[in-house]
């Protein structure tokens, strides 16, 4: 049986102003400095920032975000369809919840997800009972995400 839930992409609003602030710093200090090393790692340093930022709009405004749990594999908002056999464990961290995968240090940001308030409590039922079914462990710690 297949269910899917809304979800919602972690730390969205915060990553976004938090770019924004850095890129305004460096963008200070880009009009401050006028050693020619230092623009260049400035500059640099500014397109990576705003290519962060651009990604993260992207995802929050422009991808349907969901989590498809089947039987026996788990269907990110990518579409992309990872089997319990590729999963080692979920890892739940507050309200956030990442399914780490086999021989990786950290959580793909697709299997990195919040569930949406309407559905957290179904969800994390659910969730847990896929969990049981697949013998994955349940490891309530923090965890790294990459993007």
Avoid at 104 to 124: A, N, T, W
Avoid at 125 to 142: I, Q
């Amino acid at each position: 049986m297949e269910i899917t839930f809304k979800t919602v992409y972690p730390r969205a609003k915060l990553s976004i102003l938090t770019m924004m602030l850095l890129e305004g710093c460096l963008l200070i200090n880009f009009s401050i400095n006028q050693n020619n090393i230092f623009t260049y790692l400035i500059v640099f340093m500014m397109f990576i920032a705003l290519a962060y930022i651009i990604t993260i709009i992207k995802r929050l405004f422009f991808t349907k975000l969901s989590i498809t749990l089947g039987t026996d594999y788990v269907i990110s908002s990518n579409t992309k369809k990872y089997y319990s056999s590729q999963i080692e464990c979920i890892y739940m961290s507050y309200k956030r919840i990442g399914f780490k995968l086999q021989g990786k240090r950290l959580v793909p940001m697709d299997l990195c997800f919040y569930f949406d308030k309407s559905q957290e409590i179904k969800g994390l039922e659910r969730l847990n009972e896929w969990a049981e079914h697949n013998k994955k462990e349940v490891k309530n710690r923090f965890f790294q995400t990459l993007m």
